[in-house]
């Protein structure tokens, strides 16, 4: 099943120095615990896994940061959800193929909030963006005369 829910618990958006030089961005994202939820939807009534993460984006040398935590509710049948919250007491580890839409639901999320926040800040963004860089036209070479005939008896 799909992710249900998703929510933010914790933004921090700070600026602490001017930039100057190069200016060193690190994005980190990691899941911090892993609960059991009981959640409803409509009348239906079932269990769901929730993800508490954090994600980060750090503005090295001591420029800045952007912190979000928050829960991710993950909902699947009750024995792979009491499945996932046992495997992560016995050693903080997930299948694959809960962690992939897990971390990119996380990773959508916050990076739209992460580059909003640092405008606001002045800070630049955190994920790299589409850049236009234009060509100069191509100069148009000469037609050359056999090819100019065929093409007017073509006409």
Same mark, same amino acid.
């Given at each position: 099943?799909?992710?249900? #829910?998703?929510?933010?618990?914790?933004?921090?958006? &700070?600026?602490?120095?001017?930039?100057?030089?190069?200016? =060193?961005? $690190?994005? !980190?994202? #990691?899941?911090?615990?892993? $609960?059991?939820?009981?959640?409803?939807?409509?009348?239906? +009534?079932? !269990?769901?896994? +929730? *993800?508490?993460?954090? *994600?980060?984006?750090?503005? &090295?040398?001591?420029? #800045? $940061?952007?912190?979000?935590?928050?829960?991710?509710?993950?909902?699947? =049948?009750? #024995?792979?959800? +009491? &499945?996932?919250?046992?495997?992560?007491?016995?050693?903080?580890?997930?299948?694959?193929?809960?962690?992939?839409?897990?971390? !990119?639901?996380?990773?959508? +999320?916050? !990076?739209?909030?992460?580059?909003?926040?640092?405008?606001?800040?002045?800070?630049?963004?955190?994920?790299?963006?589409?850049?236009?860089?234009?060509? $100069?036209?191509?100069?148009?070479?000469?037609?050359?005369?056999?090819? &100019?005939?065929?093409?007017?008896?073509?006409?």
């Amino acid at each position: 099943m799909p992710i249900v #829910g998703f929510g933010l618990t914790k933004i921090i958006a &700070e600026k602490n120095a001017a930039i100057k030089g190069k200016v =060193d961005i $690190r994005n !980190n994202v #990691g899941v911090k615990d892993v $609960r059991l939820a009981d959640i409803s939807l409509g009348k239906d +009534k079932g !269990n769901a896994a +929730k *993800f508490i993460f954090e *994600f980060t984006s750090t503005y &090295e040398p001591g420029i #800045g $940061r952007i912190l979000f935590e928050g829960e991710v509710l993950f909902m699947d =049948d009750p #024995g792979k959800i +009491k &499945e996932l919250q046992e495997s992560w007491k016995k050693d903080s580890k997930l299948p694959q193929d809960v962690m992939a839409p897990v971390l !990119n639901s996380i990773l959508n +999320k916050c !990076n739209v909030q992460a580059l909003i926040l640092s405008q606001d800040i002045n800070l630049p963004p955190p994920i790299p963006l589409p850049k236009v860089q234009m060509s $100069r036209p191509a100069a148009a070479s000469p037609v050359p005369a056999k090819e &100019e005939k065929k093409e007017q008896k073509k006409k």
